[in-house]
């Protein structure tokens, strides 16, 4: 089945702990990206990645790492969570463009 | 800037009925694609639909169709025979040729289906 998968899907953590959360997709897309969605201000891209070794800033960076070591996978890193990053995250995977995307089931993410 | 707005924060339709939700936005780039998301309580974000700028036709799947207006730019979505299923948050999202893949999302439609 065609998907993309993210891990884990609930997280409850305290500042300043690093975390990270995987993304992976099945689907051989060259374009990932990562979201957040927070009330009131819908979903804003945090990173993307055109390809393996490619990565760039999206909308909200600040706070946040990523890294694109193999095509499938994706993760976003907080190397010190703060609580005004805690939001729902999607990763999402698209093929060429307009890079059609598909997203993952989400990822709850509460720092205290 | 681009831009996309969805002034119906919520609406409501019996099941069976047909409902259309708005969608305005703003780009001044040529090269765009449109797009439709439904996220439901499980809050999965699903494709529901998408528009190519340069197309006229407007794009269809199944119960749903779109009513792309491109001199107005409008992109509003009409959901045939409403199903119990069919609730959900609906998001309206443009992306264009500059964009690098960036999806604009508006703020999202609450739809209810009542039965």
């Known amino acids: 089945e065609a998907q993309v998968t993210q891990n884990p899907r609930y997280l409850i953590t305290v500042t300043g702990k690093k975390l990270t959360v995987t993304c992976s997709q099945n689907?051989?897309?060259?374009?990932m990206s990562w979201y957040r969605q927070d009330p009131g201000l819908g979903l804003r891209q945090i990173y993307y990645s055109m390809n393996v070794e490619v990565t760039d800033k999206g909308d909200v960076p600040e706070g946040y790492k990523v890294s694109r070591k193999e095509k499938r996978n994706f993760p976003l890193i907080l190397e010190s969570p703060s609580p005004n990053q805690t939001s729902l995250y999607f990763c999402?995977?698209?093929?060429?463009?307009?890079?059609?995307?598909?997203f993952g089931p989400g990822t709850r993410l509460t720092v205290t | 800037a681009q831009t996309v707005t969805q002034s119906q924060p919520e609406m409501s339709v019996q099941e069976a009925e047909t409902v259309t939700l708005s969608c305005t936005y703003d780009t001044s780039e040529s090269n765009y694609y449109l797009f439709w998301y439904k996220q439901p309580p499980s809050r999965q974000m699903i494709l529901v639909i998408r528009q190519e700028a340069y197309k006229q036709q407007n794009a269809t799947e199944n119960r749903f169709s779109v009513n792309f207006q491109k001199a107005a730019k409008s992109f509003s979505l009409k959901i045939s025979d409403s199903q119990l299923g069919d609730t959900a948050m609906y998001f309206c999202?443009?992306?264009?040729?500059?964009?690098?893949?960036?999806?604009?999302f508006g703020k999202g439609t609450k739809l209810s289906v009542k039965p």
């Open positions: 999202a443009l992306t264009y040729g500059g964009s690098q893949g960036n999806l604009i």
């Open positions: 999402a995977s698209g093929g060429g463009f307009p890079y059609e995307q598909y």
């Open positions: 689907m051989n897309h060259e374009y």
